[in-house]
């Protein structure tokens, strides 16, 4: 495999790896930055991204569903309301201001608020390579050892059998989650994650494939919007919800308990002793984790139910259960599920079984390769990471790595979600200049 430099005297101040919400918005915070000051006070900074344009959770963008944030906690507002990047922005650049001010809602629709993103990346698309997998990271270091840069190693966007490499001073890693399946899960052409389920149900459409039953396994939010969509596109098909809890449980949306995603809140957490954690994580997993809106709970029930007036009952849902075997066959799947309390077991003869079992950071330790060996682990074994998100590393290293999105071992439950992207975003940029203004050290590196 050949490699490129891409300009071996362009040294970046920050590179970003993924273009996902987080590192978005901190595009748009450096942009905003660069805009205010002259030009020798700018930040150097470059995204790199493997997907071939912007995606954020492309395969559950549902027609009728809503976010589960406010659109005041979009990019920019609650680090900088008077940004031109925000949601409100987007809307009158639209067209459809008043409009929306009209539902009186704070939850825009997905697809809607998937839109806002696609807009603020396309004014951002001078900063980002598309199509750009990053599969390395190699320390760069100075006459005495020290590591004072990193080198990027990315595949050529325009020559996948080619790589290109860039330089930086500091990381912003934002790679987002992966889908989680049970252990030993085989994927194939009718078993799939939910994160599939827009291009799945399409090409399917498309083929004018009949389906007759579809299973769906999981009992979060993801697991009954999939079962609702499926339901409502599949007008002859048997839709079995399996879970193991006894019915889906209502999320804590409630204003005290959605306190836990504040920024301030964040300080607590990453300063509160280890067992403290532990308990806030516990107390409130009910507002993210293995829970569902209230509003999609009662509409399920009330589908459920007029079936069972109705004496056709389309939707089951197969609560206190769990899989036990699948046998993936040529134009069926068969699907055991055993109703835990009566340890009863039935199979299901179906077409297509969803998994909505969620999903799980990637190992960011993989991804950094040789410079993972520099960061710091905590006695769990995690990556010990500071307050502004910079990865805390061996004392031979002036280079900084800032991780987005897999800190919810230090930093809380908001670490995955949107509630405070636009405020860590600030604290980072914040952090690069800081770090930035200090006395340089010899920049001569060993190559």
């Known amino acids: 495999m050949n490699t490129l430099r891409n300009g071996p005297d362009r040294i970046h101040d920050v590179l970003g790896i993924g273009f996902g919400p987080s590192n978005l918005a901190l595009a748009i915070a450096i942009e905003e930055h660069n805009r205010a000051v002259p030009d020798a006070e700018r930040l150097s900074v470059c995204f790199l991204e493997k997907q071939p ?56 629709l997905r697809v809607e608020f998937h839109d806002y993103f696609e807009w603020a990346a ?34 050529d966007p325009h020559d996948p059998s080619r790589t290109l490499v860039r330089r930086a001073r500091n990381l912003s890693v934002a790679v987002g989650l992966e ?60 839709i079995c919800a399996v879970f193991a809890k006894y019915g889906y449980t209502p999320a804590d949306d409630s204003p005290f308990a959605n ?28 507002t993210n984790y293995s829970a569902v ?65 969620g999903y799980r950071p990637i190992d960011v330790g993989m991804l950094l390769g040789e410079a993972a060996k520099l960061c710091l682990r905590d006695e769990e074994d995690a990556i010990r990471v500071g307050r502004d998100h910079r990865v805390e590393t061996v004392p ?20 995955t979600l949107l509630s405070t992207t636009a405020i860590r975003a600030g604290e980072i940029r914040d952090s690069l200049l800081a770090r930035l203004h200090e006395p340089a050290r010899a920049t001569r590196a060993r190559t």
Not at 323 to 331: A, F, N, S
Not at 399 to 404: D, P, S, T
């Open 53 to 108: 344009r912007f995606g954020w959770h492309r395969g559950m963008l549902i027609d009728n569903a809503t976010m589960q944030v406010s659109f005041a906690k979009d990019l920019v507002t609650l680090r900088n309301p008077a940004s031109d990047f925000s949601f409100l922005c987007y809307l009158q650049d639209r067209g459809r201001l008043v409009d929306f001010l009209n539902q009186k809602t704070l939850f825009p």
């Open 122 to 155: 396309d004014r951002m698309r001078h900063l980002v390579e598309y199509s750009a997998e990053v599969i390395a990271v190699e320390p760069v270091t100075d006459e005495d050892g020290v590591v004072i840069m990193f080198d990027v190693i990315a595949r």
């Open 179 to 238: 889908p989680h399946l049970p252990p030993d899960t085989i994927v194939s052409d009718r078993v799939w994650h939910n994160s599939e389920l827009i291009p799945r149900i399409a090409e399917l459409t498309a083929g004018g494939e009949r389906v007759r039953r579809a299973v769906v396994l999981g009992a979060g939010q993801s697991a009954a919007e999939a079962a609702e969509y499926l339901h409502r596109t599949f007008a002859d098909a048997e």
């Open 259 to 286: 306190r836990i995603f504040d920024p301030d809140a964040v300080d607590l957490y990453y300063n509160a002793p280890p067992h403290v954690k532990r308990s806030l994580m516990d107390y409130h997993r009910g």
């Open 293 to 357: 809106d209230i509003d999609l709970i009662e509409s399920l029930y009330s589908t459920r139910y007029r079936e069972l007036v109705e004496g056709r009952e389309r939707l089951r849902l197969m609560n206190a259960s769990h899989i036990t075997d699948v046998r993936d066959g040529e134009d069926h799947v068969e699907v055991s599920v055993e109703h835990q309390p009566t340890g009863r077991r039935e199979v299901l003869d179906a077409d297509l079984l969803v998994y909505a079992t």
């Open 396 to 415: 031979q290293v002036t280079a900084g790595i800032y991780l987005q999105g897999a800190t919810e071992h230090s930093h809380g439950l908001s670490s």
